[in-house]
């Protein structure tokens, strides 16, 4: 199926990771859609990566927190959009164990006022963007184990207990107000603009600079780990073909340690393992993540496409080759470029 140019999309959090290459992968596949993407620029915001679309009359950035009701009201009343997928939250576990009062307001009240707009203006198709998360942690000794969509919700952390939240009220959403709803719960995620706070793009980046490389514990806490344009891919079949009220789990078949993926890295950057320093573990951390994906599998014939060796190997390039989008985050300098550029055009 194709979009064109009379359907409008809302990609809230787009200047983020996954939501910044949702709008790129969008583009490319659909050029004629608009593409409005409403982001607080928090700290995890980056408008250096959607800088380049700004002049695209098909796009418009509009820095603006979802928590924001009347903000978000004229959005939809100005853009009235077809579609919104929500990307924005805050989306880090640790930052989540100093500080939760905020996962709570974005995660849980943002997400219910996007689905409140949607309801006011023309009960317009919702997309929350969940995490496996959700479910908690599964043992490291019980390989036969996974998590579907039956999987009883089970979240460790705050920031995974908002998500959690968050895909309770969407479901309210469609049960109560028929909005029809889709829920995605991915695993983790990785690729070309992530912040240099998670795992993968901190240790390449550290890696890069010579830096020590902090690893939990022993590092033996087990991910799934998918490239993030399937997920991107995924999202897309699910808009598309996904049955309303439902939950799709997506994953990629991908389980890794934590400290098997940090020597990857290091091997591949050349670098000696003596950089690993062992650190304090992560409060409460959950050991194993493994998704069952079959039913976005058998539903919608979705299937990751990109292997863990390409994907990391791509990602791997494409921080040695972009140290202009990552030495502005590291030194904090990326918070002032809004300002600078395109504090007038948004
Ligand atoms: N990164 C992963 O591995 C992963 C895996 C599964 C699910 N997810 C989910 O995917 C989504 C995106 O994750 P990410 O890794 O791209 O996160 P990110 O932290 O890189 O980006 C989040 C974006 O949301 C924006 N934002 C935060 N609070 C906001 C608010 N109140 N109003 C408007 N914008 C706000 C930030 O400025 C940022 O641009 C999240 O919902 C996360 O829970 C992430």
Redesign the pocket.
């Known amino acids: 199926m194709a979009w064109n140019s009379d359907k409008t999309i809302i990609v809230?959090?787009?200047?983020?990771?996954?939501?910044s290459n949702f709008i790129f992968y969008l583009r490319k596949k659909y050029p004629d859609i608009r593409i409005v993407c409403?982001?607080?620029?928090?700290y995890?915001?980056?408008m250096t990566t959607v800088a380049p679309l700004l002049n695209d009359d098909k796009f418009r950035f509009v820095r603006?927190?979802?928590?924001d009701r009347k903000g978000v009201y004229e959005l939809f009343d100005e853009e009235k959009p077809d579609i919104v997928v929500?990307?924005?939250?805050?989306?880090?576990v640790d930052r989540s164990i100093d500080s939760p009062e905020v996962f709570l307001?974005?995660n849980i009240t943002?997400t219910s006022v996007l689905m409140d707009a949607c309801r006011e203006y023309g009960n317009v198709r919702f997309h929350q963007?969940?995490?496996?998360e959700v479910y908690g942690d599964l043992p490291l000794d019980r390989p036969d184990m996974l998590f579907t969509e039956e999987t009883p919700l089970d979240p460790s952390s705050p920031y995974s207990s908002s998500?959690a939240s968050a895909d309770l009220l969407a479901m309210a959403y469609y049960r109560t107000y028929g909005l029809p709803v889709t829920v995605s719960r991915?695993?983790?995620?990785y690729g070309p603009y992530?912040?240099p706070e998670?795992l993968i793009p901190l240790m390449i980046v550290n890696a890069l600079n010579n830096k020590s490389l902090p690893v939990y514990g022993e590092g033996l806490n087990i991910r799934d780990w998918l490239y993030v344009e399937d997920h991107c891919r995924a999202v897309d079949l699910i808009l598309q073909k996904g049955r309303v009220g439902e939950v799709y789990n997506i994953g990629g078949n991908t389980e890794m340690k934590n400290i098997d993926i940090v020597k990857l890295i290091c091997k591949a950057l050349g670098r000696s393992e003596e950089l690993i320093v062992h650190v304090e573990d992560r409060k409460g951390h959950d050991k194993r993540y493994a998704i069952d994906h079959s039913k976005l599998s058998s539903e919608l014939g979705w299937k990751p496409l990109t292997d863990f060796g390409k994907g990391i190997k791509n990602t791997i390039e494409w921080y040695v080759e972009h140290r202009e989008w990552w030495e502005p985050v590291i030194s904090g300098e990326y918070q002032r470029y809004y300002e600078k550029m395109y504090g007038e055009r948004t």
């Open positions: 809230t959090g787009g200047a983020g990771f996954i939501g409403p982001d607080k620029l928090t995890a915001g980056n603006l927190d979802i928590c929500n990307f924005a939250a805050e989306s880090h307001q974005t943002g963007i969940s995490t496996d998500k991915c695993s983790n995620n992530q912040f998670k």
